[in-house]
């Protein structure tokens, strides 16, 4: 959907590390409010980045903040309000007015948060005949040093075929593009 709804779940979802559309879904936006609980997602008035804001009135709107500037500012990345508008992402500075509403004509609901993301469970790797410590880590992303810390090792040189090492995955980063 070129439209809020759609600009909104693709971005939250990306945001909570989920491919696809995992949470808040295909519905209008003011419908959120009753999958909320459903989808095990927290509310509330404060920003945090990631979270999807929802205003009321009519089918309302939905953005989701991609930077908190401070408890009553925050930047959004929005689609128009409209399916019938050029499907374009905008970047919105929205301020929290004495009426609550958020830089938006109509009343202001809550930010749905977005899960916190899953604890990386740490993997195993059975050694096999021809292994060393530095093979290993080149197929996992990570030093050697790693391998000895995860795993007690007391002679890095020394590792023997059936030896189960434990692997702890890297942390996914991202990097925000910008112009330049």
Request: charged share 20%; net charge positive.
């Amino acid at each position: 959907l070129p439209n809020c709804v759609g600009a909104a779940v693709a971005i939250f979802n990306i945001k909570a590390g989920e491919p696809g559309c995992k949470y808040l879904g295909n519905r209008n936006a003011i419908d959120f409010t009753k999958f909320v609980k459903e989808q095990g997602l927290t509310t509330g008035q404060t920003p945090k980045e990631g979270a999807c804001m929802v205003w009321s009135y009519n089918e309302g709107h939905v953005a989701v903040v991609d930077k908190v500037i401070s408890d009553n500012e925050v930047e959004t990345v929005e689609s128009g309000w409209s399916y019938r508008s050029k499907p374009i992402l905008r970047r919105i500075t929205r301020k929290r007015g004495s009426n609550g509403c958020w830089g938006y004509s109509h009343p202001f609901i809550y930010f749905i948060y977005p899960p916190d993301p899953p604890k990386p469970q740490p993997q195993t790797y059975t050694v096999k005949r021809g292994d060393n410590l530095t093979k290993i880590a080149k197929m996992f992303g990570v030093t050697v040093q790693d391998l000895v810390d995860w795993n007690n090792i007391k002679n890095p040189n020394l590792i023997y075929p059936g030896q189960v090492l434990y692997i702890q995955v890297p942390k996914m980063e991202y990097y925000r593009v910008v112009r330049g």
